[in-house]
């Protein structure tokens, strides 16, 4: 979230609103058919000669039996869709059509990212880190395990399930009220809400322990101040696989701490899942650090996202003058490369 850095503790007064465009994810629109007309039977065609009584009796009759036989089908198979059909779950318009099963929370739908070259051009610090997850190699650009920047907002998965894993090993039940405020965390980015966990399990404590857990190689901790931590984009992606794998929040949260990302809303949901497409969107857990530095006068922007199969980290600095957009759509850009790379 946005966190103006200055000389007193982690937390200040939020900076006004900035002039960037904010990007936000959106589940592409369905086409939308055009109106019906409102009940008025259609315009009867003109009348020529007409055939015989006999003639019309006979084509009655015949009318009649092919509604009675189609009205008997359409029965028929609306029966055995019924009976295909689990209690409680929807039909189609083309209840016929064979359907895919609904993916599961962490599924990758027909999107997968390669790593190979990406071309983003960024006026500023920029890089960026792709983890498979089936063999565990890390790709990414030049400087992915050496260059540093700061987590900002992206860092809160690891408050809040640094927060759930130890009440758990404690034998403590979070109340619904911590709970609330872990879920504003993820989901709103809530600073406050950070400030307070962090304070409560330790302070430093808190980061010392996510990069020794976590096994991060080149990230150091900046005393008193969760939000500039300094990590490279190689160890974002060991961070989100730290929260996926269970080790971040244990066993009896983790899921709930990946529920929580993949319905991070409002400002912060951008960047990476932008360019995914919106099914695979609706499925990927994701958290930003977004933060426009005053001292600096520049952008800090950190993108994380973590499907089944791979995990994305991007980072990238860059003017104040630029806005938000700017990283956004940096982040947005390696993913659509990354994307392209897999065809």
């Known amino acids: ?44 065609p003109r009348r020529g000669r007409g055939p015989g009584r006999f003639a019309l009796a006979a084509l009655l009759i015949l009318s009649t039996t092919a509604s009675i036989l189609a ?53 500023g610090f920029f890089s960026w880190a792709l ?17 540093t920047s700061t987590t900002e907002s992206m860092i809160k998965i690891w408050i809040s399930s640094d927060y759930l894993r130890r009440q758990a090993a404690a034998g403590n039940a979070p109340s619904q009220q911590r709970l609330d405020e872990l879920t504003t965390m993820i989901r709103d980015s809530d600073d406050q809400a950070a400030e307070d966990i962090y304070r409560l399990d330790g302070g430093d404590d ?38 996926a ?28 899942v932008d360019a995914l497409p919106a099914n695979v969107a609706g ?10 530095i005053y001292d600096e006068g520049q952008w800090h922007v950190a993108c994380l996202a973590v499907q089944d199969k791979w995990i994305l980290s991007v980072l990238a600095r860059y003017d104040g003058s630029r806005g938000l957009a700017y990283g956004a759509n940096v982040c947005a850009d390696v993913t659509r490369q990354l994307m392209a790379g897999s065809s």
């Open 71 to 123: 009205a008997y089908h359409l029965t028929s198979s609306a029966a055995n869709a019924a009976a295909k059909t689990p209690a409680g779950v929807g039909t189609s318009a083309a209840a016929d059509a064979p359907s895919a099963a609904a993916p599961s929370p962490t599924a990758t739908p027909g999107v997968r990212l390669t790593a190979g070259p990406v071309n983003v051009n960024v006026d």
């Open 1 to 44: 979230m946005n966190e103006q850095t200055g000389n007193t503790p982690q937390r200040t007064n939020r900076p006004p609103t900035t002039s960037g465009t904010v990007y936000r994810s959106q589940a592409a629109a369905a086409p939308v058919s055009p109106p019906t007309a409102s009940g008025a039977p259609a315009a009867r």
């Open 206 to 243: 808190v980061v010392d322990r996510m990069i020794s857990m976590c096994g991060l190689t080149n990230t150091t901790m900046v005393d008193g101040w969760w939000s500039k931590t300094q990590i490279t984009a190689a160890d974002a992606t060991r961070l989100g696989l730290c929260v």
């Open 283 to 292: 499925t990927t857990a994701i958290k930003n650090g977004w933060t426009l």
């Open 245 to 272: 794998d269970g080790r971040a929040a244990g066993p009896n949260w983790t899921a709930w701490i990946l529920d929580q990302m993949r319905q991070v809303r409002g400002e912060g949901r951008f960047g990476i």
């Open 131 to 147: 983890m498979d997850r089936t063999t565990g190699a890390i790709s990414g650009s030049a400087n992915d395990a050496t260059e």
